[in-house]
T-cell receptor, first 114, second 115 residues
Framework: RKEVEQDPGPFNVPEGATVAFNCTYSNSASQSFFWYRQDCRKEPKLLMS???SGNEDGRFTAQLNRASQYISLLIRDSKLSDSATYLCAVNMGSTGAGSYQLTFGKGTKLSVIP | GAVVSQHPSRVICKSGTSVKIECRSL??????MFWYRQFPKKSLMLMATSNEGSKATYEQGVEKDKFLINHASLTLSTLTVTSAHPEDSSFYIC???????????FGDGTRLSIL
């Protein structure tokens, strides 16, 4: 089983739609979770951290389910500008330099259509 | 504003040239930085972990003699692609984290094209 798995998509949704991304992770000792957004030919940019209690930032909601070992990202009222690839990232909680390391999913491509 | 700076953003050079890429953490000290490579339409692949004052840790399949990493200070890591060939053409991105379990922030990336 891969360490971090995401549906590669692409997800093609109309403007205004609600879209959800899921990401599963294999290591139950994982400590930190993040969602990144990557635009075409650009570097990934941090979208939001994922907290145990769930967190919301405007149209974006992130949730963590430790029992089932997955995190999710919900985007409401999709905008054309939301079109990008969304990457989940997990810190496996290793020691030493590994404690800084993030394991990334392959990313899910989202296209919001007018 | 940006917390990690990467330079240069674009390099085009002939086969056999060595190319050095710099990654700097701005306003914070990064004992650990990461170097990734991403081929077109492919996922982000970790190449190596750069450790200040010690040797880098390379991922399986990444040649340490080909991709030289130097982390001489707490704010600077460099990646040198030695004797680059067309198959080394890729998007190289560095990242750094303030603290262990905090999110990483990425540099702008370097698009390397070897002719």
């Amino acid at each position: 089983r891969k360490e971090v798995e995401q549906d590669p998509g692409p997800f093609n949704v109309p403007e205004g739609a609600t879209v959800a991304f899921n990401c599963t992770y294999s290591n139950s000792a994982s400590q930190s979770f993040f969602w990144y957004r990557q635009d075409c030919r650009k570097e990934p940019k941090l979208l939001m951290s994922v907290y145990s209690s769930g967190n919301e930032d405007g149209r974006f909601t992130a949730q963590l389910n430790r029992a089932s070992q997955y995190i999710s990202l919900l985007i409401r009222d999709s905008k054309l500008s939301d079109s990008a690839t969304y990457l989940c990232a997990v810190n496996m909680g290793s020691t030493g330099a590994g404690s800084y390391q993030l394991t990334f999913g392959k990313g899910t491509k989202l296209s919001v259509i007018p | 504003g940006a917390v990690v700076s990467q330079h240069p953003s674009r390099v085009i050079c002939k086969s056999g040239t060595s190319v050095k890429i710099e990654c700097r953490s701005l306003d914070f000290q990064a004992t650990t930085m990461f170097w990734y490579r991403q081929f077109p339409k492919k996922s982000l692949m970790l190449m190596a972990t750069s450790n200040e004052g010690s040797k880098a840790t390379y991922e399986q399949g990444v040649e340490k003699d080909k991709f030289l990493i130097n982390h001489a200070s707490l704010t600077l890591s460099t990646l040198t692609v030695t004797s680059a060939h067309p198959e080394d053409s890729s998007f190289y991105i560095c990242s750094a984290s303030h603290q262990g379990t905090k999110p990483q922030h990425f540099g702008d990336g370097t698009r390397l094209s070897i002719l």
